[in-house]
């Protein structure tokens, strides 16, 4: 199975900040990684698909880049409604594996 | 609009059994393959099992040791997860998930309960 890294695996920032979170992948995934955002007690929700490709209906604020092993999402401008947990996931080959994710704290 | 309806979890004594149930509708289930992702209280997202479109090609995670059975009804748009000899390691919400090309789709999930 192909592994995935994320890191930080939590972070505090401020409304307004820029935030980078990245994930690694064990073996080349070419552009097949999503990024999900989770609020508590809800499902994971889509925000990127294939790297960079925004999620219809996502704020333009979020964006997505990387291929091969290394990959990052970016938060341009952090909103209230941000704060949550992040997670990446691969989709090049089954089972599609999820980074451990990323918990994005207020400051 | 694609839709997945978890059901089937509760509360369940360890060493029991419990099946999970998953209804699709909004788009041909017949071409999907479909998986089950589980999430323990405050802990990460956790694959578990994937089922084939056809059925023909099934995975299960190495930590569910032979003790699920994943299986699907094309006919009925449903999608099966068989949970026996349950552990307290198996609580967790369980969510029904859509593999696709653009990423997946979730359903709502479905809370089991592993407690004497």
């Known amino acids: 199975d192909i592994q995935m890294t994320q890191s930080p695996s939590s972070l505090s920032a401020s409304v307004g900040d820029r935030v980078t979170i990245t994930c690694r992948a064990s073996q080349s995934i070419s552009s097949y990684l999503n990024w999900y955002q989770q609020k508590p007690g809800k499902a994971p929700n889509l925000l990127i698909y294939t790297a960079s490709s925004l999620q219809s209906g996502v704020p333009s604020r979020f964006s997505g880049s990387g291929s091969g092993t290394d990959f990052t999402l970016t938060i341009s401008s952090l909103q209230p409604e941000d704060f949550a947990t992040y997670y990446c996931?691969?989709?090049?080959?089954?089972?599609?594996?999820f980074g451990q994710g990323t918990k994005v704290e207020i400051k | 609009e694609v839709q997945l309806v978890e059901s089937g979890g509760g509360l369940v004594k360890p060493g029991g059994s419990l099946r999970l149930s998953c209804t699709a509708s909004?788009?041909?289930?017949?071409?999907?393959?479909m998986n089950w992702v589980r999430q323990a209280p405050g802990k990460g997202l956790e694959w578990i099992s994937s089922?084939?479109?056809?059925?023909?090609?099934?995975y299960y995670a190495d930590s569910l040791k032979g003790r699920f059975t994943i299986s699907r009804d094309n006919a009925n748009h449903s999608l099966y997860l068989q949970m026996n000899s349950l552990r307290a390691e198996d609580t967790a919400v369980y969510y029904c998930?859509?593999?696709?090309?653009?990423?997946?789709?979730w359903g709502q999930g479905t809370l089991v309960t592993v407690s004497s």
């Open positions: 996931q691969q989709s090049f080959s089954s089972p599609r594996t």
């Open positions: 998930t859509r593999a696709g090309p653009r990423g997946d789709y």
């Open positions: 089922i084939s479109s056809s059925s023909t090609s099934i």
């Open positions: 909004g788009f041909t289930f017949s071409n999907y393959i």
